[in-house]
């Protein structure tokens, strides 16, 4: 295996740097690849996290990853581990680079584009012609915190049997977004699944336990690793809707994320800073939140719940 021009035997381990851009200081900026080969032959994981700056608990899975040797004796194959692809946007505590644009809108990107379009370039060129599959770490953005969830393109059977193999709580069956890097993944047949947990900029244990449990459990079903990892039961949602606020003002919510909900059911309200007037927000319909805004302040339109419906219960 060789990334930018660095030659990675079988049974080697090592870190991989490839060179994105610099500060305006002058300072270098690199993706670190952290890649770990067994002896046996065996298909290529690619694990990433920090496609977006702010969204910690991605990161801090695939750094627990690395820290625990998770990786370190693998059985077959190899994994190729990037903590944080968007070093930008992490030491900014930002979503986007510092031109504003999303790294998971400009796949597969140009080496001479824009910087969004530069860092999926290198992740385009150096890595996605090696691997056979990817778990691609986020965490919910915008004040809104995700139920632990896998994100799979409803029409790809390999990466639906990956999402069932990963066993999160919740598997949410959606489209493609254009330009972003499932998209990418998707035209050259690598199935890649996205796993959503917890709030951007902040650590939630729950979710980030979630993501390293799925993890090994999807790494013993492949093989890379020995031991007895049981599934737990799954909810597949194949349909999803928001819930938007229709007042601005105080918002609170009724309900906890990961909760079944009725239709007509009470989820929160809204209330003038004054108490003058208050606002009942009720379901549109049955189904579970996997989403849900912590915003204490909304505006109209601002999306308050996410529920999934359409489901398919799994016993594991």
């Not at 990433?48 to 194959?77: C, P, T, W, Y």
């Not at 190899?78 to 986007?96: K, M």
């Not at 599959?133 to 969830?149: E, L, V, W």
């Not at 105080?250 to 989820?267: I, N, P, R, T």
């Amino acid at each position: 295996m060789i990334i930018n021009k660095q030659k990675i035997e079988p049974g080697e381990n090592a870190s991989v740097h490839i060179g994105v851009s610099e500060l305006a200081s002058g300072t270098k900026i690199n993706i670190e690849a952290q890649v770990f080969r067994s002896k046996k032959k065996g298909p290529v994981m690619l694990v990433l996290g920090g496609v977006h700056g702010d969204e910690i608990n991605g990161i801090e899975i695939v750094r627990r990853a690395v820290q625990s040797r998770m990786f370190n004796d693998i059985e077959k194959g190899s994994v190729i581990a990037i903590p944080v692809l968007n070093v930008f946007g992490f030491i900014n505590f930002s979503r986007e680079l510092p031109n504003g644009k999303d790294i998971n809108r400009s796949f597969p990107g140009t080496s001479k584009g824009s910087l969004a379009s530069r860092v999926a370039h290198a992740l385009t060129k150096h890595i996605l012609p090696l691997i056979d599959f990817g778990i691609d770490f986020h965490t919910g953005g915008g004040s809104i915190y995700n139920y632990p969830q896998i994100r799979v393109l409803k029409s790809d059977r390999k990466a639906i049997n990956l999402a069932k193999q990963f066993s999160p709580p919740f598997i949410i069956k959606t489209g493609l977004i254009p330009k972003s890097l499932r998209k990418e993944c998707s035209r050259r047949n690598i199935p890649m699944i996205v796993y959503e947990g917890g709030e951007s900029l902040r650590l939630d244990e729950f979710a980030i336990q979630e993501g390293l449990s799925g993890l090994m459990r999807l790494m013993s079903a492949r093989g890379y690793i020995k031991g007895d990892f049981k599934l737990q039961n799954n909810l597949i949602i194949n349909g999803s809707t928001w819930v938007r606020a229709t007042k601005a003002g105080l918002f609170v919510s009724y309900l906890k994320v990961g909760a079944s909900v009725m239709k007509g059911e009470d989820m929160g309200k809204i209330t003038d800073p004054y108490g003058h007037k208050e606002v009942v927000i009720k379901s549109k319909r049955d189904g579970y939140v996997y989403g849900q805004s912590n915003l204490p302040v909304v505006n109209v339109g601002d999306a308050l719940f996410h529920i999934g419906f359409d489901t398919t219960f799994i016993e594991n």
